[in-house]
């Protein structure tokens, strides 16, 4: 009886031994699922963050075989699935340079990096069919070790397009600009030229003027003056010569210009007095009195900035005139 005790004893035991143990085991194996739920999220976040960049991704052991990539970069390199299934990046490295423009580069730059695992690079790569794809590559490490390589490429075509556009268009502005430049530089010498014959002709003209004045109007007066004695006829007749000379005279018109603001009448009595005409001589042809000349005189002294100065009026009427 006390055998059975003891056997019925021991089994208990290893049975609540057994049951410690799959409990340990239940334990391990929910730990094991746990870790193997969170390596597939991770490895899903990794596989969607690869896809949705911009960039054609590679990734190569340290033998140059595949590990990895992303669809862009088959689409980038325009890639056959029997290539991409076989690992082989020298398969995909041979499919791949008959697109370039300089395969050899191409070639030589890629195994340079094979060579020197711990190097980075960065480069561009052109295609006989116009497309341009700048590459990046950089080591991929473990710790401080060295276990591949990640290649990444992106298509630049479009915006290297739009920069020669704009590059072009800048030349083609510059050039319309200079062409106009030249065009407007053509006007304004021409404008002169014009400017300078109008000025010309005037000068012509004002001579012209000047010289019938003087020799066809002015003797007819000085004869209709020896004609008549009546002083009031000679009185208009001095009238008539004294404004053809403020019309014809250079003086008349220094005098009339806006520094010295002189009045029509302040002119013709400078004009008398430049002619060495005195106060009395000045009221008889102008029919004024003598102190309306007076008043004249003060006042194109004080135009003329000659007030309180001992200067002589017609002394500097003819120095300006």
Avoid at 65 to 83: A, K
Wanted: with cysteine; hydrophobic share 35%; glycine share 4%.
């Amino acid at each position: 009886m006390q055998d059975e005790d003891k056997q019925i004893g021991l089994l208990i035991k290893e049975l609540s031994d057994l049951r410690k143990r799959n409990n340990e085991l239940e334990k391990v194996e929910f730990e094991h699922h746990k870790v193997e739920d969170t390596l597939k999220l991770s490895i899903s976040l990794l596989r969607a963050t690869l896809e949705s960049t911009a960039d054609g991704i590679l990734v190569v052991d340290t033998n140059g075989r595949i590990v990895d990539f992303n669809e862009r970069f088959v689409r980038m390199w325009r890639l056959s699935g029997d290539v991409m299934e076989s690992k082989d990046d020298r398969k995909a490295l041979n499919q791949a340079l008959h697109q370039l423009k300089d395969p050899q580069c191409f070639l030589e730059r890629v195994m340079e990096l094979y060579s020197q695992p711990q190097a980075d690079s960065f480069d561009t790569l052109e295609f006989k069919d116009g497309r341009i794809f700048e590459r990046y590559s950089c080591p991929q490490w473990l710790d401080d070790n060295v276990i591949g390589r990640v290649w990444s490429f992106r298509d630049v075509t479009e915006r290297r397009n739009a920069v020669e556009a704009l590059q072009k268009a800048r030349n083609e502005l510059e050039e319309t600009v200079r062409e106009r430049t030249a065009a407007l530089s053509s006007v304004n010498t021409a404008l002169k030229v014009l400017l300078k014959q109008r000025e010309e002709d005037k000068c012509e003209i004002q001579e012209r003027v000047l010289s019938n004045v003087r020799e066809l109007i002015m003797p007819i007066i000085e004869q209709l003056k020896n004609c008549y004695q009546d002083s009031r006829y000679k009185a208009y007749l001095g009238v008539l010569e004294s404004n053809l000379n403020e019309i014809i005279s250079p003086f008349s018109l220094k005098l009339s210009s806006k520094y010295l603001n002189l009045t029509h009448t302040e002119i013709q009595i400078a004009n008398f007095i430049k002619e060495g005409k005195c106060t009395k001589e000045i009221a008889g042809i102008l029919n004024i009195s003598t102190g309306t000349v007076d008043t004249h005189r003060d006042k194109i002294r004080i135009k003329l900035g000659l007030k309180n100065k001992k200067a002589n009026l017609r002394t500097y009427l003819l120095s300006i005139g």
